[in-house]
């Protein structure tokens, strides 16, 4: 049974937003942490937000902080990544994770065990 499933990736110019959204249909939602990780062709996946249990605390990369908002709703099992001010650089493949940590900088890749297969985000110029 697929555990993570992202949707809402798409294709829009440079200081345009996006908003993704993630479900575990196969996890017990609320017993997880959530984190969104984004990698593009070359480069190493990059944690770029998290949130905890609650939906208090969250964290962000700084390539994304203040641009780039996470939310959870527990009573719909989601997660969304709000995305704003978008630029080129943020073209890449994006994949919602559930697992154990949120750090204020942004979830790591070893703290999370299940992984949705992913959501292209383009961005043009």
């Known amino acids: 049974q697929v555990k993570v499933v992202e949707s809402g990736g798409g294709l829009v110019q440079a200081g345009g937003s996006l908003r993704l959204s993630c479900t575990t249909p196969?996890?017990?939602?609320?017993?997880?942490?959530m984190g969104w990780f984004r990698q593009s062709p070359g480069k190493e996946r990059e944690g770029i937000s998290c949130?905890?249990?609650?939906?208090?605390?969250?964290g962000y990369a700084d390539s994304v902080a203040g641009r780039f908002t996470i939310s959870r709703d527990n009573a719909k099992n989601s997660v969304d990544l709000q995305m704003n001010s978008l630029k080129p650089e943020d073209t890449a493949t994006y994949y919602c994770?559930?697992?154990?940590?949120?750090?204020?900088?942004?979830?790591?890749?070893?703290?999370?065990?299940?992984w949705g297969h992913g959501t292209q985000v383009t961005v043009s110029s």
């Open positions: 994770a559930a697992g154990f940590s949120c750090n204020h900088n942004g979830p790591r890749s070893t703290d999370f065990s299940h």
């Open positions: 196969g996890l017990t939602f609320g017993h997880y942490m």
């Open positions: 949130i905890d249990m609650s939906g208090r605390a969250t």
